[in-house]
């Protein structure tokens, strides 16, 4: 008698023969996972927020948000508007992006109206003195299904005259 019920084999069961393999599989998945935490940590699948800009003669615009986020994150849109010459209506006319696959918690100031000018959102405001800076926060939530590249430009109209466009993208992973 082995000492060992039958349904065990020793060569098996207490010499691991035949799963040599075994602990490798789990290393790579140890090393999988670790590599992605710290992908997370240099900031590859977003959240920390970038600045960008864009200015003419007639208009600066900032913008300070992520460009890459992930599903279901909570984050904020910073947008300053600075102008050396009085408008008399600024509008903010935001890519489609800004409502694609986010849900909009706020607008803060509220405009004064807003309205969509082909697929676009259009925010109006009173009018900006020059040299004073308009600062407007968006805040918003992206929707955990929805993941890819949408178009987060955003322009500065005085009425429906252009002054300054910013191109952006905002990127979402799963």
Known sequence: MSGY?????PGRHRDARGRAHQPWVRRVCLTAFTVFAVLGLLNVFGQRSETTRAATPAARIEVRGPTKVRGG??????????AP????VPRLVLGPGWADGLQI???EPQPASETSRNGRIVLSYDALPAGQPLVVYVDYQANPTHVGTTDMSVEVDD????LVRLPRTLTTFP
């Open 5 to 9: 019920p039958d349904c065990l084999d």
């Open 105 to 107: 918690n706020t607008i």
């Open 73 to 82: 994150l909570l984050f904020q849109e910073r947008l300053t508007v600075r």
């Open 159 to 162: 009425r429906t005259t252009p």
């Open 85 to 88: 010459r009085d408008i008399a």
